[in-house]
């Protein structure tokens, strides 16, 4: 069935550091892969994502990269933040049940 | 423009009453999606409306149902509450709601503790 599978769960770095965290999805239809990210109290927000014609997006310090034949995504935020600490989910579309699957979400910490 | 609201931000419930929960969706978009979300699974899809027709349902109990306006604006209700129904509700607007291709924004929830 469709799945989407996140790693780490949780994520402790030190503020500067560099922080990843990569997704593997079974539909090998999928061609878009959102990145959310959720503060405490507050629905999940779409900060980044990427189509499946690209293999690499930027948007400051946040970057997606994308590798279609071994059906994985990562989520790279460069220097580190405070601020940056949250809840991120990955996400994919089941084209079998026409609906976003999201992963299981990773808890980033950053810590001054 | 303004984003994706959700009414009431909190409600408190027991166990066996009936709930109706709000979303408004972005100006323009048509499609307005429902996920459950509690830490031991997640985000959950519950289903879908597109221009007033659900178009996608996830694999909840028929306790749980929905309906969309003509202005977009989405309902859900939940009858006999039980524990386990204790979430965070969580309402996404897209514009073309294709199956999740599409960019979807989300609200802030709604609270539901269940008694």
């Known amino acids: 069935g469709e799945n989407v599978e996140q790693h780490p769960s949780t994520l402790s770095v030190q503020e500067g550091d560099s922080a990843v965290i990569k997704c593997t999805y079974s539909?090998?239809?999928?061609?878009?892969f959102p990145w959310y990210k959720q503060e405490l109290g507050k629905g999940p927000q779409l900060i980044i994502d990427?189509?499946?014609?690209?293999g690499e997006k930027k948007d400051q310090r946040i970057a997606v990269t994308l590798n279609k034949t071994a059906k994985h995504f990562s989520l790279h935020i460069t220097e580190t933040q405070p601020e940056d600490s949250a809840v991120y989910f990955c996400?994919?579309?089941?084209?079998?049940?026409?609906?976003?699957?999201f992963g299981t979400g990773t808890r980033l910490q950053v810590f001054p | 423009k303004a984003g994706v609201t959700q009414t009431p931000r909190y409600l408190i419930k027991t166990r066996g009453q009936q709930v109706t929960l709000s979303c408004s969706p972005i100006s323009g978009h048509r499609s307005v999606s429902w996920y459950q979300q509690t830490p031991g699974q997640g985000l959950q899809f519950l289903f879908e409306?597109?221009?007033?027709?659900?178009?996608n349902k996830g694999n909840f109990p028929g306790r749980f149902s929905g309906r969309q306006f003509s202005n977009s604006r989405s309902e859900m209700n939940v009858s006999t509450l039980e524990l386990g129904d204790s979430a965070l509700y969580l309402c996404a607007s897209s514009a073309l709601g294709t199956g999740g291709r599409d960019e979807q924004f989300f609200g802030p929830g709604t609270r539901l503790t269940v008694l």
């Open positions: 409306y597109f221009s007033e027709t659900q178009r």
């Open positions: 539909d090998s239809a999928s061609n878009y």
């Open positions: 996400a994919a579309p089941s084209y079998n049940t026409d609906k976003l699957i």
């Open positions: 990427i189509r499946s014609n690209v």
